[in-house]
């Protein structure tokens, strides 16, 4: 009787000790999931915060004479006259007679960088849309320096010591009299997703890398996938089981783990140094990430295909069909939605990375927009990493703001692959 009572308290006991345990093991797991959120709203936080005033640039209204002896004295209209003609010179005169009282050659420099370089081409653009508009006054609205800029968002202290900030004291004078007119105004950024890079902070945008990033990315798509799928489907369903295969897959989970700078210095000696194909085009850099994401897609597709039942096979067998037509016609269709979810999770992996990217020369300053593969161009990733690296504090919001739209490029292509397989996917 005591050997049973003792028994069941060593029983009650051990219970006790493994709930204890279990419990410390939810508490921890729930911590560390907690410490995740945390971190990751943190993260969202800060970027979010340095990058949303980017959405959102400083102009200033100037009542411009476009003077015809400045800009077309012989009266042709020609376009290459018009073209080459001083428009920044009018964009001068303007500020100049609205702060008559500036004489000094330092002061008028301090004065012409209120408004950015760009203005003489936005001026230019227009009147060489119509002609017609030489001779008249022209209220413009120009954007403006990225200090005043920053100024205008806050980011810049205008109470602080003129020695310690980018803006002087008497820039800050002339900014608070266009305030007073209600000629100074911030307004959506339209700029920043219609243009390429610049110099100018004020300037730049990220159409042109978001451009190079698709066009690089269809290039991927076109030859990963359908490569990825015949992979898949050989190895799975027709190639022998024998060393030669098992080292064909050991060398493809392998390849899903190689650090994606090593592909990139594949494409500069393959593709660059002996094929001798355009650097820094999104032609070089599909190939180079369609190395990088077969492996992801070969795994995805074969995992895809293994969870297709054996007796979907059979019966397709049975009733007479070949051992093709079995996979084209039944394996596949069913099969499709795993492998269109690795795909794009493999588009993903390759949409968020630079490594690769920086060795075949995807990192060199681009302004113009591509208009083909064979174009020169960058990708949304080097973009942020120009950006980062550049020293104006404008560029500090725009590399925030390049990151969000990345992430939201990145969600949008993860929430897909999300759907697809809750759409289409069949348990069996």
Do not use: C
């Given at each position: ?72 004295p012989n009266g042709t209209r020609l376009e290459e006259t018009l073209s080459s003609a001083n428009y920044a010179g009018l964009i001068k005169a303007t500020l100049r007679s609205t702060f008559p009282e500036v004489k000094k050659r330092r002061a008028k420099r301090a004065l012409y960088r209120l408004v950015s370089n760009g203005g003489s081409f936005i001026l230019r653009d227009m009147v060489m849309e ?299």
């Amino acid at each position: 009787m005591n050997s049973n009572k003792n028994t069941m308290d060593m029983v009650k006991s051990g219970l006790a000790k493994r709930r204890r345990a279990e419990k410390r093991f939810r508490i921890y797991g729930l911590t560390a999931i907690s410490l995740g959120l945390l971190f990751l709203v943190l993260l969202f936080s800060s970027i979010i915060s340095k990058g949303y005033s980017a959405f959102l640039q400083t102009y200033i209204q100037l009542e411009i004479k476009i003077d015809e002896q400045l800009i077309d004295p012989n009266g042709t209209r020609l376009e290459e006259t018009l073209s080459s003609a001083n428009y920044a010179g009018l964009i001068k005169a303007t500020l100049r007679s609205t702060f008559p009282e500036v004489k000094k050659r330092r002061a008028k420099r301090a004065l012409y960088r209120l408004v950015s370089n760009g203005g003489s081409f936005i001026l230019r653009d227009m009147v060489m849309e119509n002609p017609e508009l030489i001779g008249t006054t022209q209220t413009l609205w120009i954007p403006a320096d990225d200090d005043v800029d920053m100024l205008m968002k806050g980011h810049i202290d205008r109470h602080a010591e003129e020695d310690n900030r980018r803006i002087k004291n008497n820039q800050i004078a002339w900014i608070d009299k266009f305030i007073t007119e209600n000629k100074i105004e911030k307004r959506f950024n339209t700029t920043f997703f219609t243009a390429g890079d610049s110099r100018d902070p004020e300037l730049s945008g990220i159409w042109g890398a978001a451009v190079g990033s698709i066009l690089t990315l269809v290039v991927t798509l076109l030859l990963s996938f359908p490569i990825g799928v015949a992979t898949a489907v050989y190895l799975e369903e027709f190639a022998p089981k024998n060393r030669w295969t098992d080292l064909i897959e050991v060398n493809i989970n392998n390849l899903a783990a190689v650090p994606s700078i090593v592909f990139g210095l594949l494409g500069l000696a393959v593709f660059i140094n002996f094929f001798s194909l355009p650097r820094s085009a999104p032609l070089i850099g599909g190939l180079v990430l369609t190395l990088m994401t077969l492996p992801t897609i070969i795994i995805a597709s074969r995992a895809a295909l293994k969870s297709v039942p054996m007796s979907i096979r059979e019966a397709a067998l049975g009733v007479g069909a070949s051992k093709m037509q079995t996979i084209f016609y039944h394996v596949l269709p069913l099969a499709m939605p795993g492998m269109l979810t690795g795909t794009i999770i493999g588009m993903a992996q390759a949409l968020g990375e630079t490594a690769p990217l920086l060795m075949i020369g995807m990192v060199a300053f681009i302004v113009d927009i591509p208009g083909s593969i064979f174009d020169p161009s960058t990708v949304l990733p080097v973009q942020i990493f120009l950006w980062a690296d550049s020293p104006e504090r404008a560029f500090v919001e725009r590399t925030s703001a390049a990151i969000m739209v990345l992430l939201g490029f990145l969600i949008i292509m993860n929430a897909l692959a999300v759907v697809l397989r809750k759409r289409f996917e069949r348990r069996w």
